[in-house]
């Protein structure tokens, strides 16, 4: 059977993760990083927002598409350079997603809402984009965030834990206390959303 256009969609955004030469390790094999975060994403969304559109769910899937491609220190390494590293690789995103979903045989439509929600247009206005910043916050806290606490200083974690939670809905907020979390990591949450 030949597979729909968003499986095709979801294979191709796939295949370019996979040529990621950052890799994990998950039950002893190794992973492409933005295959393995993509795959989260997908995951984590249908978790969520099991009855989530095509659209989101593909934006989710493709939120960071080669990524690796554009390395955080080809900008400067201050709060204006993050902006500009950020703003730039959501555009990258947003492109490689429109020529994958052309290619599959989506209409422009289509197509615009993607880029839309993988820009994350209009944050705790559009529906679309805050379950998907929701989804975002929720894979970064329940896989990344114990790795990215163990590298910083409490309170540089703590800033950056109320950056999230400001971002998040009160469904988000909700799932999240849901996560299992270290003691360690608990304990500067709490701090967090006091």
Request: overall charge negative; hydrophobic content about 40%.
């Amino acid at each position: 059977m030949k597979p729909t256009r968003f499986e095709s969609a979801l294979i191709m955004i796939d295949n370019k993760n996979s040529e990621d030469i950052n890799t994990y390790q998950v039950h002893g094999l190794e992973i492409s990083k933005e295959l393995l975060y993509s795959q989260r994403m997908s995951q984590k969304l249908l978790q969520f927002e099991p009855q989530a559109s095509e659209e989101l769910q593909i934006a989710a899937r493709a939120q960071h598409i080669c990524r690796w491609k554009i390395a955080r220190d080809e900008y400067p390494m201050d709060r204006v350079g993050y902006l500009k590293w950020r703003e730039t690789l959501k555009k990258m995103h947003a492109d490689l997603t429109s020529e994958i979903l052309k290619e599959v045989g989506y209409d422009t439509e289509f197509i615009d809402r993607v880029s839309f929600l993988i820009n994350k247009k209009l944050i705790k206005k559009d529906d679309g984009s805050q379950t998907l910043e929701d989804v975002i916050c929720l894979v970064f806290l329940e896989y990344y965030f114990e790795e990215f606490a163990e590298k910083h200083d409490d309170d540089k974690v703590i800033d950056i834990l109320q950056k999230t939670w400001v971002k998040m809905s009160d469904k988000g907020h909700d799932a999240a206390l849901k996560i299992s979390f270290s003691e360690k990591s608990l304990s500067l949450i709490k701090q967090a959303i006091a």
